[in-house]
């Protein structure tokens, strides 16, 4: 084992701001240049043409419902490229909570294979619903609102979610014919009955855990092409990533990671990270595999306007483009980047984090275990009552690093694996663990 010692002292001529240390890949500012707003026009045109894509909308109309809806899903994935594999993914759902009756529910799966097991998705909710609204017959003079036995009133769902569904076909078309062999495997899904309380996502997400799928990151996109606020405030320059807590949670690790690297190829597109997993009283599909242990974020536009949300109302007049497409590139940037670079390493050992206070008993003594293909690794911590990362050192191919008299209780250290192209992994953080209760003694009085 090598072992990097280095001083406070050195850090003057070591250590660089986070961004600094960081490579902009000329082969993924061509995938992102390859993102077109006339595509993503021309892809949500057709799809809200269905006029719903309810997910009980079933018919025999070559031109109405989600049947059409996820066929043309499907088909159009197909076309993109011979590497990309689709399928539908689909589920015997019996009658439940807002689903009324015994329905064949799929997700629409593009699978670009990668060279290793590991996978990254990109997601979006292809279904739709909209409220009955007070004026028509079937409200029978109430207020209006959402009748779930209704599965065709007009539900165009061009913002939610039919930009997250165009934006990761979009994804998918760009990265796999990007002629790019990436290491992680890439899944694209267009999730079914999200609005049905994430049915589609938490059938897979179950499948997942079932099968042991290793799941890196999960870039759900939900409501992401509106810039008009129904407060009338615009903002095209901005976009959340809302990810679950703890502060460091591997969710929270990649919105780090989505934000540094959004920064870096999208210079001037802001990514406003929120210390949340979703939006007050709302969901989204990340959750369902957020709850299985999964990594995973939502990203969503930064200005809602919640009069179009679930009406007829929310058609193509009500999504941004140029917008959308900026935030496309966005989550091509990171899901390029993270796909590119080695799986992150491991900092856990079988007695919990490998950090120690090392032979002085003042200094952080961190050990890893290397990734495969990484040649170098870049070291981040920050103080303990900070949001991101504050400094860096990239060390060469080495399993451990000592910060002498850093103290491991004052900061949180992680530390990201480095491939020979210098894509990065996303942070692997060195997290305190909890303290069970029966390991606190508790101290009598008077002593
Ligand atoms: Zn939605």
Same mark, same amino acid.
């Given at each position: ?42 892809y949500?045109?057709t799809l ?11 018919? &025999? ?6 049947l059409p809806a996820r066929q043309y899903i499907f088909e159009t994935m197909r076309g993109f490229s011979d590497r990309l594999q689709v399928s539908f993914d689909c ?15 799929c997700n629409v799966v593009a699978t670009l294979p990668g060279?290793?097991?590991?996978r990254?998705f990109v997601s979006g909710?292809y ?38 569904t165009v934006?990761t076909m979009e994804v998918a078309r760009v990265l796999s014919q ?7 495997t890439l899944v694209f899904v267009a999730f079914v ?7 589609g996502?938490?059938?897979m ?72 997993? &979703? ?129 491991? &209780? ?38």
């Amino acid at each position: 084992m090598r072992l990097l010692l280095c001083t406070t002292l050195c850090a003057a001529a070591f250590f660089t701001t986070p961004a600094a240390g960081q490579i902009v890949d000329p082969r993924i500012e061509e995938i992102l240049q390859d993102v077109s707003a006339d595509r993503l026009h021309e892809y949500l045109t057709t799809l809200t043409g269905y006029e719903t894509r309810h997910s009980l909308s079933f018919s &025999d109309r070559p031109d109405f419902g989600v049947l059409p809806a996820r066929q043309y899903i499907f088909e159009t994935m197909r076309g993109f490229s011979d590497r990309l594999q689709v399928s539908f993914d689909c589920y015997e759902v019996e009658p439940q909570g807002r689903i009324p009756e015994r329905a064949e529910l799929c997700n629409v799966v593009a699978t670009l294979p990668g060279r290793s097991e590991r996978r990254v998705f990109v997601s979006g909710h292809y279904d739709t619903v909209a409220r009955v609204e007070a004026s028509d017959p079937a409200a029978g003079g109430s207020g209006g609102g959402f009748d779930w036995s209704r599965f065709d009133n007009p539900a165009p769902g061009a913002n939610d979610d039919g930009s997250g569904t165009v934006l990761t076909m979009e994804v998918a078309r760009v990265l796999s014919q990007s002629g790019i062999e990436f290491d992680a495997t890439l899944v694209f899904v267009a999730f079914v009955a999200e609005e049905e309380g994430l049915v589609g996502a938490s059938l897979m997400a179950a499948k997942a855990e079932r099968e042991g799928w290793v799941i890196d990151a999960m870039f759900n996109n939900d409501i992401i092409g509106n810039s008009l606020g129904g407060n009338g405030i615009l903002d095209s320059r901005t976009l959340r990533v809302f990810s679950e807590d703890p502060m460091d949670s591997p969710s929270r690790q990649l919105a780090r990671f989505i934000r540094r690297q959004g920064t870096a190829y999208m210079p001037g597109h802001e990514i406003r990270l929120i210390a949340r997993e &979703d939006r007050f009283g709302r969901g989204g599909d990340h959750t369902a595999f957020n709850r299985r242990g999964f990594p995973g974020v939502r990203f969503s536009e930064s200005r809602e306007n919640y009069s179009r949300q679930h009406t007829a109302a929310d058609t193509l007049g009500g999504v941004d483009f140029d917008y959308l497409a900026r935030n496309t590139r966005v989550n091509a940037a990171g899901v390029a980047t993270i796909a590119a670079a080695p799986a992150a390493p491991k900092v856990d050992g079988p007695r919990g984090p490998m950090l120690s206070r090392g032979e002085t008993g003042y200094h952080a003594d961190m050990s890893w275990q290397r990734s495969l293909g990484a040649t170098a690794y870049r070291v981040v911590w920050r103080e303990a009552w900070t949001p991101d990362w504050q400094h860096e050192v990239i060390v060469g191919n080495v399993d451990r690093m000592v910060l002498e008299n850093i103290s491991i &209780d004052d900061y949180v250290f992680g530390v990201a694996a480095v491939g020979p192209d210098g894509h990065e992994s996303v942070v692997s953080a060195y997290v305190r663990p909890p303290r069970a209760r029966s390991d606190i003694r508790e101290v009598g009085p008077g002593r």
